[in-house]
């Protein structure tokens, strides 16, 4: 969502005859696009503007703190007086920044507009995007479902949805600009609903669009897959068979404290629907370890969970107490650190041997690869893209660019990538089949 916001802000600047440049050390103004959801962001913008201002030296910068650090925290960053922050505005503010600059410009007073709307979607700006193979699109923003444990319903604000028509005609543009992929966004994507019109109907009218082959989504709640979503998207051959279904965690009594609104029971009834469908759909997961109180025994229930389900690939994190939430209210944050990296070290294990045995699986199959670089950090003589799933699948570079799709056969696998190598169109039909 941040990298959408910050072509968002480019596109409502350069409007605005801003000039970009491409090395901050040349800029006069500095924004940093901000996240609060877990302390270690907080501490990297605070780490950044420090070396910003001291590569300025004395030299005139005005820095800005931009999304949602800039709403949880809006009086600690602006009486903050070693940050040294001229301006700050929320994810719902981001069309008054020519302003607030030029306020600070003329007048050397800090500026700031941390509102949060009930109705922003910035549905009547395009943005203007890097060159690249995939497009964020916010299809809704804000959230309603108040985790205990999350700060966004306090930083973005209330879930409101753009209609539609809008988003597919943004999807056209896309076309036009030669994106195949389009990645749906919003802090609970799959609630989205604009009059009678809710995410399947979304999803179907999207994959209508000619010229888009890929359609992906995130980030997803479990409470909200009916089966009308899950039928689209088993069935719909543009959108991509990989679902991100976040746990958090596998005890019915840690979920009750989080307010995550389903058992454990409910979430793998959620797994099984999905499986029934398509039991190729990749499932991939985020794990909070050491919510307040979680005991030994609760942590096991998570081992569990993550066992049966075998995600292709789990994103796995401490807690980290944020302020403003109810938990950072309401509860200690009392298991201890040290227990905290054990058990995120336990569960990142499981979850090596799962990816390492789900991608030998693939081995001798032939996938549809999008490619994303033709030449990988390591090697000039190799590209990289991926699947359908979102996998990595790197193979020996060739005759294509950014953006072409290549049929390749699996060879070789590891927890985190795929190798194999380049095949002839003629096979594609029998390597989809076997794959989808």
């Known amino acids: 969502m941040n990298e959408y916001d910050s072509e968002l802000i480019r596109t409502i600047l350069i409007k605005e005859k801003y000039e970009f440049v491409q090395d901050e050390t040349e800029a006069s103004i500095v924004m940093l696009n901000t996240c609060s959801v877990r302390e270690n962001a907080n501490e990297k913008v605070y780490n950044r503007i420090h070396r910003i201002r001291k590569g300025a030296g004395k030299k005139p910068l005005l820095i800005g703190v931009l999304g949602c650090m800039a709403t949880n925290f809006q009086t600690k960053l602006l009486e903050n007086s070693r940050l040294k922050i001229d301006f700050i505005a929320g994810p719902d503010s981001y069309k008054r920044l020519p302003e607030l600059i030029q306020e600070v410009s003329k007048t050397g007073e800090k500026s700031f507009d941390t509102t949060l709307s009930e109705f922003e979607t910035y549905s009547d700006v395009l943005p203007v995007r890097k060159d690249g193979v995939n497009a964020w699109i916010a299809v809704m923003r804000g959230c309603n479902n108040f985790c205990t444990f999350c700060v966004v319903p306090f930083t973005r604000g ?18 036009q600009e030669g994106f195949k992929q389009v990645t749906l966004l919003g802090q609970n994507v799959n609630s989205y609903r604009h009059e009678e019109h809710d995410f399947a109907d979304l999803l179907e009218k999207v994959s209508t669009v000619s010229g888009i082959e890929r359609i992906r989504f995130i980030s ?10 899950l039928r689209e998207i088993a069935g719909n051959p543009k959108i991509c068979k990989h679902i991100h279904l976040p746990l958090q965690a596998g005890n019915d009594r840690v979920l009750d404290l989080m307010n995550r609104t389903y058992t454990q029971e409910e979430y793998l009834k959620v797994v099984d629907d999905i499986r029934t469908l398509d039991p190729n759909i990749s499932i991939t997961t985020d794990i909070i370890v050491g919510f307040p109180t979680e005991t030994d025994e609760e942590f096991q229930d998570t081992v569990k969970v993550m066992k049966q389900v075998e995600y292709d690939s789990a994103f796995i994190f401490k807690y980290s107490p944020r302020e403003r939430t109810l938990a950072y209210k309401k509860f200690p944050d009392d298991v201890p650190e040290e227990k905290k990296t054990e058990r995120i070290v336990f569960l990142n ?27 990988t950090r390591k090697s000039e003589n190799e590209s990289q893209g991926r699947n359908d799933a979102g996998k990595i699948v790197v193979f020996p570079a060739g005759p294509y660019r950014v953006g072409d799709f290549v049929n390749i056969k699996i060879t070789e696998a590891s927890a985190n990538v795929l190798r194999g190598e380049k095949v002839e169109m003629g096979m594609e039909r029998w390597g989809m089949e076997k794959l989808l």
Do not use: Y
Request: aromatic letters at 4%.
């Open 220 to 229: 997803p709640h479990p409470k909200d897959f009916p089966r009308k979503l």
């Open 349 to 375: 294990e499981i979850q090596k041997e799962m990816s390492f045995r789900k991608n030998k699986s693939q081995v001798g199959q032939i996938q549809k690869v999008l490619v994303e670089k033709q030449q």
């Open 158 to 175: 209330r879930e409101r949805s753009r209609s539609p028509e809008n988003i597919v005609e943004e999807v056209k543009k896309l076309v």
